[in-house]
C-alpha cells in the first residue's frame, strides 16, 4: 500500500471518530449544515482505499442524520451515488456489508424524503426487486438478497400496494428458496398480501399516498387473486412458521391476522395449531403474540378451557423463578390489560381470578419491582364491596408486608417510593374504612420513624385526595402529620426540620386544623435558625411559605397576634436580608391590609411560589455541596472608610398636631402670665405659677420629639479586589439607652464615590455610649459579604442642649431655673444635688465655660456671685449647674440632675474642664 | 414492532466517580417519520443525545440528587410503574415508552414506535414494539458481555453490524447472539437439499460428527426462618438445557423427562418450552389435586446450532427442604457470637461437588479475627475480609447428616472502610443470614432426569449422547433467629386446598 493510502486512512479514521463523537455530543446536525458534507461523504464511499467498516459507518450517519442536509433538489443525485456505489462494490464478497448498508441507507431516504413515486425511486425499487427475487446458490449473496427483501419492506409499509406488481415473482420467490433467508422472503410476501388485500377491501388509503394508490389500484384490478389461490398462498405462508424466528413469526401472523380480518373466506383457526404448540412457551415475544391473536379473535380461535390453559401458563410465566423479572413485570402488565373491558384497569379476567389469586401473592424471593406490580394485581382481584369483609383485606394487607419491613429497616427512597405507590394501588380501588385504617397506621409509623419519608406521604395523601375528592382521610392524615410535627423534639427539628416544614406548608392550607401550634413551631424555628440551618435562605423562606399558606386559608383576625409576632422577629433579626424583606412585606399586608386583599395577593404568587418550591428546594438541596448564594461571608477586615463627621443633638420643630397639644398650649400660655413675673404682689401666685409653669414644662416634655443627628461619610477602600460593591447595608447596633437604629442601604458604592449618610440616633437616655457598626454588601460575583466598620462615640457633652423655652427674659429664666432646681432636688424622687471643687480660678473657668456651656447660661450678668446653666438632655432630662467662685482659685459647682445615673459623667465632664483649663497643651 | 432509536448508555460510577456518558446511539429515521405521522401534534422528538442521558439518569435516580430526595415530578404515587419501561421529561415532553435494560454499569434502551401513537399510551400488551425491544436489548447485552466498558467505545462498527443483522431497519428480526454473528461474519452454510428448507433461526448448518448434550440442572431456592409462627419457603425448579451438533438441517429430536428411584420422586407442575419444540406434553398438574403420579413427559424439537434451553419446570410438590438449619447470631458493634446447625435431608445424596456456608456481615467494617469450631469442615475468610466462609466439604458426617458451627468474630473500625454498594442495608445490628452454596451433581431433588434410551433422533444416524443433572442451591438463605428478617407470608386463612393455590410459604 503506498504512503499516500495510509494518510487517507488515517484521516478517515480521525473523521469517522470525530463523527462518532459529534453524534455523542449532540453537535452532529451542525456538520450536516455545510451542505457540502455529503457530497464529501460519498466521494469517500468512492474511493476503494477506505476501510469497510469505516465506509458502513459513513452511511449509517448519512441514513440517520442525511436527511438534514440534503434538500429535494440534490436528494435524487445522493440516492443516484448510493446506488451506483452498490453497483460498483456488488461483484466482491468483502463488500457484501457495504452494499448492504447503501441500499439501506439509500432506501431509508428515499422514504424520508418521499421520492418513492419519482424515478429515482422507482430505479431503487426495480434494482432491489431484482437483487431479492434473483435465484442463487452462492452462500455469499444471501445477505445481500435478505437485505433486499428487507429494503422492500420498508417500501411495501410505507407505500401499501407499491409492490404488489411483483407479487408473483415474490411467491415464487418463497416457493424455491431453500436457504435461511426464506424468512426474509415470506415476510416480504406476506406484508404485500396483506396490502393488497386491504386495498382491495378497503378505500381507506393514506392520503400522501393517492397518487401511488391510483396507480395501485389499476395494478390491483391486474394482478387480482381468486380466494382459493389467496388462502393457499396463506396457508404455504402458515406453513414456513416452523421455519422463522420468533419475530418473524410475530410479523407473518401480525400480517395474516389483518388479511383474516378482511377475507371472510380464511378462517382465524388458521392460527390454532401454532397457538397450542407455543401456549407453553418460555418466549416472551411468543407468548405476547399469542397473546394477542386471542385477544384479536376472541372466541374465534381458542375454546373457552384452551383460553383458561392459556392464561395458566401466562400465571406460570409470571411467577416462574428462571424467566427474568423484566419479563415477569411485562407478563404481569399483559395480565392487567388482556381482559378487553372498556374499563381495562377494572378486573382481571375471571380464570384468574377464581383460580389462580393466590399465585400472584408477592413471594420472598420477589424483586421490589415484582413485589409493587403483585400487590397492584392483587388489588384488581378483588372488588372493593368486599372489603370489609376482612379476609380479602387481610390479603391486600398482608402482601404488603415485605415491603413494609423493607422500607421500614432500610429507609431507602427506592423502596419507599415502592411502598406509597402499592399503598395508592390499594386505596385507588379500595377505599373502604377498614383499608383507610390499616394505611394511615402504617403511615404514621413510618413517618414518626423515618421523617424523611414525609415528602412521599404527603404526595401519597395529595394523590388520595385527586382521587377522593370527597374523602376526609386527606384532611385525618394531615392532621396526624400535623400533631406528630408540632410535638417533635428539638434534636428531631435540629435534623428534619425541612420535611416539618413541608408537612406544615401542607397543614396551613387546611382550615380544620388550628393553625396556633404551626406558629409557635415557626417560632421555635426562627428563634433558633442559626443553630439549626445557618439561618439559611431555604429555612426562612419555608418559614415564610407556611406563613403565607396560613394567611390565606385562616385570613389575619384568628393568627394577628402570634403571626405578627413571627413576621417581626423575623424582618428584624432574621440574617438574610431576602427573608427579611419578604417577611416585611407580609408583615406590611398583615397589619395594614383586609383578608380578601391578602388573599388577592398571596393567591396569585401560590402556583408561582409552588413552583419556586419544587424548582429551587428540591434541586438545591441541603446537602448541596456547591457554595450557597445565600450565605453570608463574614471579613475579617473592614473594606470600607467610615468616619463620623458631625453630631448635632436637637428638638424637633413641632408638627402641626404637636403645636396643638394641650401641654404645650398650658406651657405658652404660662410664658405669657409671666410677662408680669415682676409684680412682686402677686410672688405667692407666681410662685405657684411658677411651680404650674414647672408642670406644665414637664408635661410639654413628655410630649417632645429630640434625636442627635449623626453624619457619616462612608467609601470604599481603595486598592481592594472589590472595584464595585451592591446592596450595602450598614447596621448600627445601639446601646439599651438608644432606641434601635434602622439599617442604612446604599445601592451600588465604588471605589471613586464618597457617600455621606446621615443617621438619627434617638436617646431614651443621655448616657454616653460606644456603637458598633457593621455593614453586609454583595459583590459583582453575586456572593454576600459582611465586615465591621469602626465604632463610634457619643460623649455626655454631645447630648447638651439649652433647655426648651421660649420666653425671652432673663429673670423669668432665672425663675424658671430656680423652680426647676427646686422640682428636680426636692420633689422628684430621681433627682440628685452635689457639689463638685474644681481647682480653677474664675477666669479660667469662664473660659472652658465659654466654649462648652455658653449656650446654656443663664444668667449672663458677670458681676453676679454665681453663674448659672440649664442643660437640657434629651429626651428629657436636665443638668443644672450652678458656679461660685471660693478662695478666689477654686469654683464650687452644685448640681442638679433628675437623672442620677449620668452623675459620674457629669464628674467626669467637670474634671475634664479643670484639666483643660489647668494643662495649656491640652487647651490647645 | 420497530425501534424508532436505541441507546447505549454507561452509568455513572460511584467507585471511580466517573461521569455517566453516551456510549454508542442508532437513530431509524424511517420509523421516527411513522411516529411522527402517528402522534401528529403531540409528536414529541428526540432529545438531543447530552440531553438524553440527562433526562435517563434522572427517571433512573443515577442523576446527582439521586434517589435520596423525592421528586414528585418521577417519584409521585400516581406516576404509573411499567417496568422495564420508563417514560422520560424533555424540553419537548415526555418520550415514553422507553425500554430499559441494566447490566453490569452499562443501560440499554430502545424507544420502539407505537403504532397508535404514543401520546394515547396504550397498554404494554398491544404495544410488540416493547417485547421486541426488551428481546433486542438483552441480546445485544449478551453480544457486548465480554467486551470492557473501556472498550465498547472502539467496537462501534461491530454494534452497527451486529443491528443491521439483528434488527433491520430497527424492526427486531433475530436476537439469537450466535445466529446473528454468524450472518454477520457471513459464515457459508451447507447447500440445503431441494426438498428442506434452512430455517431462519439457523443460518449456519454443523458440519462434522454428531453429538447431543442435555443436562437437567433443578434448582433449589429457601428462605429458613426457625420462627415458630413463620414457615419456612423452599421452591425447588429447573432448566433442561440441549446443544444438539448434528449434520442435518432439521433434525428432530425426542426426549422423555422421567423420574429417577432417587430423591422425593415428585412430578414436575408444568413445562414452559422453546419455541423450537414442536410437540411436548405441557399439561399442568393442579396443585389442589390431591396425590399425582411422576409421569414422564415427552418432548419432540428440532433444535438450533447452539446451547438453548430447552424448557423449564417446577416441581412444587417436593415435601422437604434438603438442608435445614438454625443460624443464631448475638451481635454488638465490634463482636458477633454465632452459631450455625446443618442437616441434610436423608433422602438428599450426601455427595456434593462442594458445600459451602457464607456468613456475610454488611454494614460492618472488616472481620479483625475469628474463632472459629467447626465440627466439620474447615473455615476462611474472602479476600475482602467481610465474609465468614465455612467449606462443610464433600460429605455430611454419614452418620448423623449433620454439622454445627460456634464462632467469635472480631472486626475493626467500620469508619476507616468506606461504604460499600455491596452492604445489604437491611442487614444492621442483628438483622443477618447465613447464605448456603451447594452443588450435587448427578442428582436432582425431584428425581427428574433424562432417560438416554429415549432419546431418539430422526432422520435416523450415529451421534454421541450425553445427559447429564446438577442440583444446585441458589437464594438458600438461613435468617438469624434473633433479628428481624424479610419475608411475604400468605394469610393462613386462604391456604386452604380448595382455594387452588400453591401452598409454597406454608410447607
Known amino acids: 500500500m503506498s504512503r499516500q493510502t495510509t494518510q487517507s486512512q488515517d484521516q478517515l479514521q480521525a473523521s469517522s471518530f470525530e463523527l462518532r463523537d459529534s453524534i455523542i455530543n449532540g453537535t452532529i446536525l451542525k456538520i450536516f449544515q455545510d451542505s457540502y458534507f455529503v457530497f464529501d461523504a460519498l466521494k469517500v464511499l468512492y474511493e476503494d482505499d477506505v476501510d469497510s467498516a469505516d465506509k458502513i459507518e459513513l452511511l449509517i450517519v448519512l441514513e440517520e442524520y442525511g436527511h438534514h442536509g440534503i434538500d429535494s433538489e440534490s436528494i435524487d443525485q445522493v440516492i443516484t451515488s448510493l446506488l451506483d456505489i452498490f453497483h460498483q462494490l456488488r461483484g466482491a464478497e468483502e463488500n457484501q456489508s457495504v452494499c448492504c448498508q447503501a441500499i439501506i441507507t439509500a432506501t431509508s431516504l428515499l422514504l424520508q424524503m418521499e421520492q418513492l413515486h419519482t424515478e429515482v425511486g422507482k430505479t431503487v425499487v426495480s434494482d432491489l426487486v431484482s437483487v431479492a427475487a434473483m435465484y442463487t446458490s452462492q452462500p455469499e449473496t444471501k445477505r445481500l438478497q435478505a437485505c433486499a427483501c428487507q429494503c422492500l419492506i420498508q417500501i411495501e409499509d410505507f407505500s401499501p400496494g407499491f409492490l404488489i406488481s411483483h407479487k408473483a415473482a415474490f411467491l415464487k420467490l418463497v416457493q424455491q428458496e431453500r436457504s435461511d433467508i426464506i424468512q426474509d422472503c415470506v415476510l416480504l410476501l406476506a406484508k404485500v398480501m396483506e396490502n393488497y388485500v386491504i386495498l382491495i377491501d378497503t378505500d381507506t388509503a393514506p392520503t400522501e399516498m393517492v397518487s401511488g394508490r391510483q396507480i395501485t389500484k389499476q395494478i390491483l384490478h391486474q394482478f387480482s387473486l381468486d380466494p382459493t389461490e389467496l388462502r393457499q398462498t396463506v396457508f404455504s405462508v402458515m406453513e414456513m412458521i416452523p421455519l422463522l424466528t420468533t419475530f418473524a413469526v410475530w410479523k407473518v401472523t401480525h400480517s395474516l391476522s389483518r388479511l383474516v380480518q378482511h377475507v371472510p373466506e380464511i378462517s382465524p383457526t388458521i392460527f390454532k395449531p401454532m397457538i397450542l404448540q407455543h401456549m407453553a412457551t418460555i418466549d416472551c415475544t411468543m407468548l405476547h403474540r399469542i397473546l394477542q391473536i386471542q385477544r384479536e379473535f376472541e372466541g374465534e380461535v381458542l375454546t373457552s378451557p384452551e383460553e383458561s390453559q392459556l392464561l395458566d401458563h401466562l400465571t406460570i410465566f409470571v411467577n416462574h423463578p428462571c424467566i427474568v423479572p423484566a419479563i415477569r413485570l411485562l407478563g404481569l402488565q399483559w395480565m392487567q390489560h388482556y381482559k378487553q373491558s372498556p374499563d381495562i384497569s377494572s378486573s382481571l379476567p375471571a380464570r384468574i381470578k377464581q383460580h389462580n389469586s393466590m399465585k400472584l401473592f408477592p413471594s420472598v424471593f420477589d424483586p421490589v419491582e415484582c413485589h409493587l406490580m403483585k400487590v397492584k394485581m392483587n388489588s384488581l382481584l378483588y372488588e372493593s364491596k368486599d372489603m370489609d369483609a376482612g379476609v380479602e383485606s387481610a390479603v391486600l394487607m398482608g402482601s404488603l408486608g415485605y415491603l413494609h419491613k423493607l422500607v421500614w429497616h432500610t429507609g431507602r427512597g427506592k423502596t419507599a417510593i415502592a411502598f406509597f405507590r402499592a399503598l395508592f394501588c390499594i386505596y385507588e380501588r379500595h377505599h373502604s374504612s377498614f383499608i383507610s385504617k390499616d394505611i394511615q397506621r402504617l403511615i404514621q409509623e413510618l413517618i414518626s420513624e423515618f421523617p424523611q419519608f414525609i415528602p412521599h406521604a404527603l404526595d401519597f395523601i395529595e394523590c388520595l385526595r385527586s382521587n377522593t375528592p370527597d374523602s376526609s382521610v386527606y384532611v385525618e392524615i394531615l392532621s396526624q402529620f400535623h400533631q406528630q410535627v408540632i410535638i417533635a423534639t428539638e434534636e428531631q427539628i435540629a435534623y428534619c426540620y425541612d420535611f416539618y416544614l413541608q408537612a406544615l406548608n401542607r397543614a396551613a392550607s387546611e382550615k380544620a386544623i388550628f393553625p396556633i401550634p404551626t406558629l409557635k413551631f415557626l417560632h421555635y424555628l426562627c428563634e433558633h435558625a442559626s443553630q439549626i440551618a445557618d439561618s439559611s435562605w431555604q429555612l426562612g423562606h419555608a418559614v415564610l411559605s407556611v406563613c403565607r399558606n396560613l394567611l390565606i386559608c385562616h385570613g389575619t383576625n384568628f393568627l394577628y397576634t402570634e403571626m405578627g409576632d413571627l413576621l417581626y422577629y423575623i424582618m428584624t433579626t432574621y440574617h438574610d436580608v431576602d427573608v427579611q424583606d419578604k417577611a416585611k412585606f407580609y408583615y406590611v399586608l398583615l397589619t395594614g391590609a383586609s383578608d380578601y386583599k391578602i388573599k388577592s395577593i398571596l393567591a396569585d404568587t401560590t402556583y408561582g411560589a409552588h413552583t419556586m418550591h419544587q424548582a429551587i428546594s428540591t434541586i438545591l438541596m441541603p446537602d448541596t455541596k456547591q457554595d450557597s448564594l445565600a450565605q453570608i461571608r463574614k471579613l475579617d477586615s473592614c473594606m470600607f472608610t467610615w468616619k463620623r463627621s458631625a453630631l448635632c443633638p436637637m428638638i424637633l420643630p413641632p408638627t402641626g398636631k404637636q403645636g396643638n397639644t394641650t401641654a404645650e398650649k398650658n406651657f405658652n400660655k404660662q410664658g405669657d402670665v409671666q410677662s408680669d413675673e415682676n409684680d412682686n404682689s402677686k410672688e405667692d401666685e407666681r410662685s405657684d405659677g411658677e411651680n404650674g409653669s414647672v408642670e406644665n414644662y414637664l408635661k410639654y416634655l413628655e410630649e417632645l420629639e429630640t434625636k442627635i443627628e449623626a453624619k457619616f461619610a462612608i467609601k470604599l477602600k481603595p486598592d481592594l479586589d472589590f472595584k464595585k460593591v451592591h446592596a450595602v447595608s450598614i447596621h448600627i447596633n445601639v446601646s439599651l439607652d438608644f432606641k434601635p437604629v434602622k439599617d442604612i442601604h446604599i445601592p451600588c458604592l465604588d471605589q471613586s464615590e464618597d457617600v455621606n449618610i446621615v443617621v438619627d440616633l434617638i436617646p431614651i437616655k443621655p448616657v454616653p455610649a460606644t456603637f458598633t457598626c457593621s455593614a453586609t454588601f454583595c459583590c459583582d460575583r453575586k456572593f454576600t459579604f459582611s465586615c465591621d466598620l469602626p465604632s463610634f462615640n457619643i460623649s455626655l457633652l454631645e447630648f447638651f442642649l439649652p433647655l426648651p423655652w421660649n420666653c425671652g427674659k432673663n429673670l423669668s429664666k432665672m425663675a424658671f431655673f430656680n423652680s426647676l432646681w427646686n422640682r428636680i432636688v426636692t420633689d422628684t424622687g430621681h433627682g440628685i444635688e452635689s457639689v463638685k471643687i474644681l481647682p480653677i480660678t474664675r477666669t479660667q473657668f469662664n473660659q472652658a465655660a465659654e466654649e462648652k456651656l455658653q449656650q446654656c447660661q443663664i444668667n449672663k450678668e458677670t458681676d453676679l456671685p454665681e453663674t448659672m446653666y440649664g442643660i437640657f438632655l434629651p429626651p428629657k432630662y436636665h443638668l443644672l449647674l450652678k458656679c461660685k467662685v471660693i478662695d478666689m482659685d477654686r469654683i464650687a459647682v452644685s448640681i442638679a440632675t433628675d437623672l442620677s445615673t449620668i452623675l459620674l459623667h457629669v464628674d467626669k465632664f467637670l474634671e475634664s474642664i479643670a484639666t483643660c483649663t489647668s494643662d495649656p497643651e491640652n487647651k490647645t | ?507
Open chain 2, 1 to 507: 414492532m420497530s425501534l424508532q432509536a436505541l441507546w447505549i448508555v454507561q452509568l455513572p460510577s460511584a467507585c471511580t466517580r466517573k461521569d455517566g456518558r453516551l456510549l454508542f446511539s442508532r437513530i431509524y429515521p424511517t420509523y421516527v417519520k411513522k411516529e411522527k405521522i402517528a402522534d401528529g401534534i403531540h409528536y414529541v422528538p428526540l432529545p438531543p443525545n447530552p440531553d438524553f442521558v440527562k433526562s435517563l439518569f434522572f427517571e433512573l435516580g443515577y442523576s446527582k440528587e439521586g434517589m435520596a430526595h423525592f421528586i414528585a415530578a418521577r417519584d409521585s404515587c400516581q406516576k404509573e410503574t411499567q417496568n422495564p419501561v420508563y417514560e422520560i421529561a424533555t424540553s419537548a415532553g415526555k418520550l415514553w415508552p422507553l425500554v430499559v435494560v441494566e447490566q453490569y454499569g452499562i443501560v440499554f434502551c430502545c424507544l420502539p414506535y407505537v403504532e397508535q401513537g404514543a401520546h394515547t399510551r396504550p397498554p404494554l400488551i398491544d404495544l410488540p414494539g416493547v417485547t421486541q425491544g426488551f428481546s433486542l436489548l438483552c441480546a445485544l447485552a449478551d453480544f457486548l458481555r465480554p467486551v470492557p466498558h473501556t472498550e465498547l467505545y472502539q467496537k462501534t462498527p461491530d454494534i452497527y453490524s451486529f443491528l443491521t443483522h439483528a434488527a433491520p431497519f430497527g424492526s427486531p428480526l433475530d436476537t439469537n447472539v450466535e445466529s446473528v454473528i454468524a450472518k454477520m461474519t457471513n459464515r457459508p452454510s451447507l447447500v440445503v437439499t431441494k426438498s428442506q428448507k434452512q430455517p431462519g433461526w439457523k443460518p449456519v448448518i454443523h458440519k462434522g460428527k454428531n453429538h447431543i448434550y442435555l443436562s437437567v440442572t433443578e434448582y433449589v431456592r429457601a428462605v429458613q426462618y426457625d420462627w415458630d409462627d413463620v414457615a419456612n419457603v423452599c421452591d425447588v425448579f429447573g432448566t433442561i438445557s440441549c446443544k444438539a451438533e448434528i449434520e442435518c438441517v432439521m433434525p428432530e429430536i425426542t426426549v422423555t423427562i422421567s423420574h429417577a428411584a432417587e430423591g422425593e420422586i415428585t412430578p414436575l407442575d408444568h413445562l414452559l418450552i422453546h419455541p423450537c419444540v414442536q410437540s411436548a406434553d405441557t399439561s399442568i398438574i393442579d396443585t389442589g389435586a390431591g396425590q399425582v403420579r411422576a409421569n414422564p413427559r415427552r418432548v419432540r424439537f428440532s433444535p438450533p446450532n447452539d446451547m438453548f434451553t430447552l424448557c423449564h419446570y417446577t416441581a412444587s410438590r417436593v415435601q422437604e427442604i434438603p438442608i435445614t438449619g438454625c443460624f443464631e447470631m448475638f451481635a454488638d458493634e465490634k463482636k458477633v457470637n454465632l452459631k450455625v446447625k446443618l442437616k441434610l435431608h436423608e433422602k438428599i445424596k450426601n455427595q456434593f461437588e462442594y458445600c459451602e456456608l457464607q456468613i456475610p456481615f454488611h454494614n460492618r467494617g472488616p472481620i479483625a479475627s475469628h474463632d472459629s469450631l467447626p465440627n466439620h469442615g474447615s473455615m476462611m475468610l474472602s479476600p475482602d475480609r467481610k465474609v465468614l466462609v465455612w467449606n462443610i466439604g464433600q460429605r455430611f458426617p454419614s452418620k448423623t447428616l449433620e454439622v454445627n458451627l460456634t464462632a467469635t468474630v472480631q472486626f475493626a473500625d467500620l469508619s476507616k472502610q468506606p461504604a460499600s454498594p455491596q452492604d445489604d442495608p437491611f442487614c444492621v445490628g442483628q438483622n443477618a443470614y447465613a447464605q448456603l452454596y451447594f452443588k450435587i451433581p448427578d442428582f436432582t431433588h425431584s428425581g427428574c432426569y433424562i432417560d438416554p434410551k429415549s432419546v431418539q433422533v430422526s432422520p435416523s444416524m450415529k451421534y454421541k449422547l450425553m445427559a447429564v443433572r446438577e442440583y444446585i442451591s441458589k437464594e438458600y438463605k438461613f435468617w438469624n433467629i434473633q433479628g428481624d428478617a424479610l419475608r411475604s407470608v400468605i394469610p393462613k386463612c386462604l391456604t386452604a386446598p380448595n382455594n387452588g393455590t400453591i401452598d409454597s410459604d406454608e410447607k
